[in-house]
T-cell receptor
C-alpha cells in the first residue's frame, strides 16, 4: 500500500527567505504525487501534481516540486515566501484514492 | 462556481446521537470521498464512491455509513456518535483517473461530547 511521510511537523521561515518542505513516498509503481495547501478554516487546494515527464514541476503561487525516484522524494520549494504562504501543506500519493502525509505547518515571520 | 459544498459547517452532538453530513458537488465528478482530519494525522479516508450507487470503505470506515443515491451528492452518516469521532470532516470530488486532483469542501467541524 502507498504511504507518504512528511518528516517536518512545523517549519518557521522569515518572509522573503526560501522554503523547502520534504516529502517521502512509498509506492510500488510509478507514483502519482500531489502537494496541497490548507489555509486556516479552509479545505485543501491543489498546488501541483506529478505523474511523469519532467521531474521539476511548477505549480500555483510560485511553488515548484522536484521528483527524485532514487530518493523516493517529492520536495516542495518556493524561492521567496510571502506572509500569505503561512498554512499547512500536505503531500499525497494516489492509487485512485489519495493517501496523505501528516502535514507540515509553515509559519512565516516578518 | 460552488464546487464542493458541505453542510453543516459546525455541529455538536451528544454521545449516541446520530447525524448525516451532506456533500454536494456541481462539477459532474464521478468520484467522491469523505476524509477526517485530526491533528498530526493528516487526512484519513473514511469511505469513497466511484459512481452513483456505489460506495467502498477507506482507511477508517468503522462507525460511519455512506450513500451515493445521486451523482452529485455523497452523504456521510454517524448512527451512534462517539467522542472519538470528534474531528473535522472533509468531502472531496474528482474526475476519473489517478491523475485527477481532488476538489475539497470547506469542512464540517464535529464535536461529540
Amino acid at each position: 500500500a502507498q504511504s507518504v511521510t512528511q518528516p517536518d511537523i512545523h517549519i518557521t521561515v522569515s518572509e522573503g527567505a526560501s522554503l523547502e518542505l520534504r516529502c517521502n513516498y512509498s509506492y510500488g509503481a510509478t507514483p502519482y504525487l500531489f502537494w496541497y495547501v490548507q489555509s486556516p478554516g479552509q479545505g485543501l487546494q491543489l498546488l501541483l501534481k506529478y505523474f511523469s515527464g519532467d521531474t521539476l514541476v511548477q505549480g500555483i503561487k510560485g511553488f515548484e516540486a522536484e521528483f527524485k525516484r532514487s530518493q523516493s522524494s517529492f520536495n516542495l520549494r518556493k524561492p521567496s515566501v510571502h506572509w500569505s504562504d503561512a498554512a499547512e501543506y500536505f503531500c499525497a500519493v494516489s492509487d485512485y484514492k489519495l493517501s496523505f502525509g501528516a502535514g507540515t505547518t509553515v509559519t512565516v515571520r516578518a | 462556481n460552488a464546487g464542493v459544498t458541505q453542510t453543516p459547517k459546525f455541529r455538536v452532538l451528544k454521545t449516541g446521537q446520530s447525524m448525516t453530513l451532506l456533500c454536494a458537488q456541481d462539477m459532474n465528478h464521478e468520484y467522491m470521498y469523505w476524509y477526517r482530519q485530526d491533528p498530526g494525522m493528516g487526512l484519513r479516508l473514511i469511505h469513497y464512491s466511484v459512481g452513483e450507487g456505489t460506495t467502498a470503505k477507506g482507511e477508517v470506515p468503522d462507525g460511519y455509513n455512506v450513500s451515493r443515491l445521486k451523482k452529485q451528492n455523497f452523504l456521510l452518516g454517524l448512527e451512534s456518535a462517539a467522542p472519538s469521532q470528534t474531528s473535522v470532516y472533509f468531502c472531496a470530488s474528482s474526475g476519473r483517473g489517478n491523475y485527477s486532483p481532488l476538489h475539497f469542501g470547506n469542512g464540517t467541524r464535529l464535536t461529540v461530547t
